[in-house]
T-cell receptor
Framework: DAGVTQSPTHLIKTRGQQVTLRCSPKSGHDTVSWYQQALGQGPQFIFQYYEEEERQRGNFPDRFSGHQFPNYSSELNVNALLLGDSALYLC????????????FGPGTRLTVT | KQEVTQIPAALSVPEGENLVLNCSFTDSAIYNLQWFRQDPGKGLTSLLLIQSSQREQTSGRLNASLDKSSGRSTLYIAASQPGDSATYLCAVPPGGGATNKLIFGTGTLLAVQP
């Protein structure tokens, strides 16, 4: 049973560029959430997708956008990258109607120079 | 607004010692509480999930307790091993309803010395 997978593992971008991160949820899960984790901090909630729609959003600017596909996989897009966007980006999945236990992927390390 | 605090920020113990990690939350109306482990630069591994109606959960050498009225949870690790070295995070959903959004503490960095 494959867990949550994310790609790429690492990414280096320049200020002002755009980036797309990808996530495939654990088998049987239909909800995907994205988190940003700065060094030495706990993860911060960006947004959650269910049934291909954004359902909840954290305190992040609209430079951060996402998408969920019919197979439940998801993308996180960040436009006009800033140095402060450098972080570990984590994807979590869960099953609607279950215990709401969140399962996380290995993360994508984004470095903005 | 829900806030989660973890004390201590870092802990170093000799191998074999039993230890307790603490997690506090400001709003006691939580739906559940989840403990995670994170190795350096890696993703989060779910350790234990406690529903609001439960007092504790156990998995192997790990035992997590929940006291909603006092806004506290503890993670007890028995007979610690060097492989337990990692950052331990607790997280709760905001508000009392079921939601996939989690509010995290900043974690406790645990080092178990051989």
């Amino acid at each position: 049973d494959a867990g949550v997978t994310q790609s790429p593992t690492h990414l280096i971008k320049t200020r002002g560029q755009q980036v797309t991160l990808r996530c495939s949820p654990k088998s049987g899960h239909d909800t995907v959430s994205w988190y940003q984790q700065a060094l030495g901090q706990g993860p911060q909630f960006i947004f959650q997708y269910y049934e291909e729609e954004e359902r909840q959003r954290g305190n992040f600017p609209d430079r951060f956008s996402g998408h969920q596909f019919p197979n439940y996989s998801s993308e996180l897009n960040v436009n006009a990258l800033l140095l402060g966007d450098s972080a570990l980006y984590l994807c979590a999945s869960s099953r609607t109607g279950g215990s709401h236990e969140q399962y996380f992927g290995p993360g994508t390390r984004l470095t903005v120079t | 607004k829900q806030e989660v605090t973890q004390i201590p920020a870092a802990l170093s113990v000799p191998e074999g010692e039993n230890l307790v990690l603490n997690c506090s939350f400001t709003d006691s109306a939580i739906y559940n509480l989840q403990w995670f482990r994170q190795d350096p630069g890696k993703g989060l591994t779910s350790l234990l999930l406690i529903q609001s109606s439960q007092r504790e959960q156990t998995s192997g050498r790990l035992n997590a307790s929940l006291d909603k009225s006092s806004g506290r949870s503890t993670l007890y690790i028995a007979a610690s091993q060097p492989g337990d070295s990692a950052t331990y995070l607790c997280a709760v959903p905001p508000g009392g309803g079921a939601t996939n959004k989690l509010i995290f503490g900043t974690g406790t960095l645990l080092a178990v010395q051989p």
